[in-house]
């Protein structure tokens, strides 16, 4: 059987080594991350000279949440406006009784429901864009307006996932895993994206990034995926100053079942992938380097996943190092565990030098000696990088040991629908749309 040329097991070593290098600097920048809402004044009701808004988009929502969530803001907001997406009852009776202002618009999707809201604004200084199942705390309102007093022109906060199934516990646990990616984004002045279920925005600004973007098209059709990312990209292009406060959290409904959950991670993968070659397209070089980093290792790992499983299926005793145990990494493992047993008696003396294993299997091609280096890299890199990681969701592993273990599996469903996602790139118009009925949620 022939066996895997060497330049594949350096492309492979050198998508790893990549890989390794995105995952030391996402741990080590959020290690480094300083709160904003820690260097400023909090503020108060009667310190608060200015006005605010909230615009609520609503299409389908359970009518119990939505209720809750407009009680709520009313509280808050001087002024919250509610858009129903071609849609009016039970929604309107609900807004108008609290105090909201409701406006009904034909069904356009997400996007032309914001950019309606957002021309309604008066005087208004600071305006949030909140989804029609997310609950705002107190604190996370006006921590929120502390931070752009000082200077910001937008803000998005940590996202909790509310629900008792094992669903709706698993993406709260993933939760923890965009924090420590958000936090390093904000370590470098940037956000990864500004969440659609709830961000901040100075008014000023926000009608100028928002102008256009319910007819935003590609390849002759409306686009009404991502409009968090969009905006995202706008406000980087734009020059705006961003925030991303760990410290406060808005609250949103679960999904209530797996498959409502992948229908999501589905939609919002591809919406990354559109995004990120929208930007690079763009030269949108104020996104930062972590950005397109992390993208192309976004692109890049799950076929290198998906190859190397192929791979191994094709070549199961082949002797190189990607494919079995023959990993440099996992052969030091391996050699040192069998030397402590070997100190202890447990096993015959039989040292095994590194020197030696390289010498045996790269020495005499130059190639495969450069790839063994790399990997062996990576995989150290990797491995300390992983180890700070586990460090950061410890103690939430351990309030919810099960919501952990599912949340793996959701990231494994994740790297799948990544592949998905890229196979089916060339029909990006068929999915510009999402084409869904409402999913009504559950309490």
């Known amino acids: 059987m022939r066996e895997i040329p060497n330049w594949v097991e350096l492309m492979f070593s050198l998508t790893s080594l990549i890989f390794a290098v995105q995952l030391a600097l996402i741990f080590l920048l959020s290690s480094r991350y300083s709160d904003p809402s820690t260097n400023v004044s909090p503020l108060s009701p009667s310190a608060k000279g200015f006005k605010t808004a909230a615009v609520v988009p609503v299409y389908g929502e359970d009518e119990n949440v939505f209720e809750r969530v407009i009680v709520k803001l009313t509280r808050l907001f001087d002024r919250v406006i509610v858009v129903g997406d071609g849609v009016s009852e039970p929604y309107r009776s609900i807004a108008l009784a609290h105090g909201a202002e409701f406006y009904s618009v034909p069904r356009s999707g997400k996007r032309g429901a914001l950019e309606y809201g957002v021309s309604l604004l008066r005087d208004e200084k600071y305006v949030a864009l909140v989804d029609s199942d997310t609950e705002v705390p107190d604190e996370t309102y006006w921590k929120s307006l502390a931070v752009l007093e000082s200077g910001y022109d937008a803000l998005t ?9 094992l669903t709706a516990r698993a993406q709260d646990f993933l939760g923890y895993y965009n924090d420590v990616l958000n936090r390093a984004f904000a370590r470098l002045g940037k956000v990864y994206v500004l969440n659609g279920q709830f961000s901040v925005y100075r ?25 968090d990312k969009e905006l995202t990209s706008r406000a980087h292009m734009a020059g705006l100053r961003l925030a991303y406060l760990s410290s406060a959290e808005a609250v949103t409904y679960g999904a209530s079942s797996l498959i409502v959950a992948v229908k999501q991670l589905l939609r919002w993968t591809r919406s990354g992938y559109l995004y990120l070659f ?3 397209a763009s030269l949108n070089y104020r996104r930062g380097f972590l950005y397109y980093i992390a993208g192309v ?16 299926l094709m070549h199961p005793h082949h002797h190189q190092m990607l494919i079995n145990l023959n990993d440099p990494f996992l052969w030091l493992v391996r050699e040192w565990t069998k030397g402590l047993l070997a100190m ?15 010498h045996e299997h790269f020495v005499y091609d130059s190639t495969l000696l450069l ?13 300390l990088a992983t180890l700070g990681f586990v460090m950061q969701v410890l103690p939430k592993a351990r309030e919810d040991p099960k919501g952990a273990v599912v949340s793996l599996g959701l990231l494994w469903i994740q790297g799948l629908l990544s592949i998905y996602s890229l196979i089916t790139l060339y029909k990006v118009s068929s999915w510009l749309t999402r084409g869904q009925e409402p999913e009504k949620r559950s309490e």
């Open 157 to 165: 906060v940590r996202i909790r996932y509310k629900g008792d199934n």
């Open 297 to 312: 290792v976004s692109v890049l790992y799950p076929i290198l996943g998906a190859s190397v499983t192929a791979l191994g």
């Open 344 to 358: 202890i008696g447990v096993l015959p003396k039989e040292p095994r030098l590194f020197a030696v294993f390289v």
């Open 371 to 383: 790839a063994g280096t790399l990997k062996l890299a990576a995989d150290l890199l990797t491995a």
């Open 203 to 227: 008014a000023v600004k926000l009608r100028e990034i928002i102008a256009g973007l319910s007819s935003r098209k590609l390849l002759g059709r409306l686009i009404v995926v991502g409009d």
């Open 278 to 280: 929208m930007d690079l």
